[in-house]
């Protein structure tokens, strides 16, 4: 007979859902708020994510796992396909039009849960040794994580190509490399700086780091500030929030939506969305630390590190404590692409917790999870 399986169903991560679903609530009301057609939009991105989420958690991912060297292949070329079939936007090259449709996607998007389960794959077929990997190994990985990385900063799209890298070498830190590695890695990248800020970097880049060691901010940032400084305790009521709803605040449904919480709902909001992210993070963690399976480890740490990199980022950008940068709130600001990222990794995490045993309970006569 078929049905659901207990025994799988208790393995299931019941506490990263929990976290995560206020942060959607939350930020579907105050979307709303600001442009209601946009909350509508919202709706239908979080629709489609989680039945997303249900297929990707039924999938047998564990025995489709000689795909996931051809899923990350697929997304390298559709980089590659940018480069020549690209389509510009504000002087950035990073979309390609999807025939007969009039839709156009960003590779860049999807070469990031890509990348995250080529890092498993690669890490669960050659685990680092007690020490840590050597420099062969390092370097074997270390090519699927910069392949990538070039090919998004050529774009140029070097927001979303730092965050690629910066998960790509968290999760190996994670995991283990040998110390000395490290420390060659940072001393490099110490003396490289001045040659990538002054040959590499494209005037914009560099007017955004200007912005953000000037003694004045930029007026983005200006106007994020005062939103934030006007919140105080507990925040003021929609009409008051006058740094939003007098459109004084820019794109404060996306890049800086916290700018609105905090303006919103003031000191305890903001400290109420911080506090979920933080236990998310921890959560992943110590996921990661409480399995041995590679691929439940780099799955779980990945995540964790994308996390707290886009919060922070965000966060501190909104503040002018970094510079401006396309990076959203993950599972918060509007926008259904990094949304769905997010929703389909998790979905990934949970099917490798949830169904690690399942072909014991075969082998035990139960005919199926379903």
Do not use: C
């Amino acid at each position: 007979m078929w049905r659901i399986d207990r025994r799988i169903l208790a393995q299931f991560d019941f506490i990263s859902i929990i976290f995560i679903m206020p942060l959607i609530f939350i930020s579907h009301w105050l979307i709303g708020e600001v442009v209601p057609m946009l909350a509508q939009k919202h709706t239908a991105y979080v629709f489609f994510a989680f039945l997303a989420f249900a297929v990707v958690f039924f999938l047998p991912i564990r025995r489709m796992n000689w795909m996931i060297p051809i899923i990350y292949w697929i997304n390298i070329l559709l980089l590659v396909a940018v480069e020549f079939f690209g389509h510009s936007r504000l002087g950035a090259k990073r979309w390609i039009e999807i025939p007969f449709v009039h839709a156009t996607i960003q590779p860049s998007e999807f070469v990031k849960p890509a990348l995250i389960l080529m890092l498993a794959y690669l890490i669960s077929k050659a685990p680092p040794p007690p020490d840590g990997y050597r420099i062969k190994e390092f370097l074997k990985i270390s090519a699927y994580i910069l392949l990538p990385f070039i090919l998004i900063a050529k774009e140029p799209d070097l927001g979303t190509a730092m965050v690629l890298v910066m998960i790509g070498f968290g999760v190996l830190f994670f995991v283990g490399v040998y110390w000395k590695i490290w420390a060659t890695i940072f001393v490099a990248v110490v003396l490289m700086f001045p040659i990538v800020y002054t040959q590499l970097l494209h005037d914009y880049q560099k007017q955004r780091i200007l912005d953000f060691v000037a003694e004045k901010p930029s007026y983005h940032v200006q106007q994020s500030i005062i939103a934030i400084g006007s919140g105080g305790w507990s925040g003021k009521d929609k009409d008051d929030a006058t740094q939003t709803q007098m459109r004084f605040l820019p794109i404060a449904t996306s890049d800086f939506i916290f700018a609105y919480v905090v303006e919103r709902t003031g000191f305890l909001g903001s400290l109420f969305i911080i506090t979920m992210y933080i236990l998310l993070i921890l959560h992943l963690f110590a996921v990661s630390v409480y399995h041995d399976d590679y691929y439940i480890k780099v799955v779980a740490s990945a995540i964790a590190f994308m996390i707290f990199i886009y919060m922070s980022v965000n966060i501190a950008m909104t503040m002018g404590l970094a510079p401006v940068v396309g990076v959203p709130l993950p599972m918060f600001s509007y926008g259904g692409s990094s949304f769905l990222n997010f929703i389909i990794l998790f979905a990934v995490m949970e099917n490798l917790v949830s169904f690690r045993f399942k072909d014991s309970y075969d082998s035990r006569g139960t005919k199926s999870f379903l």
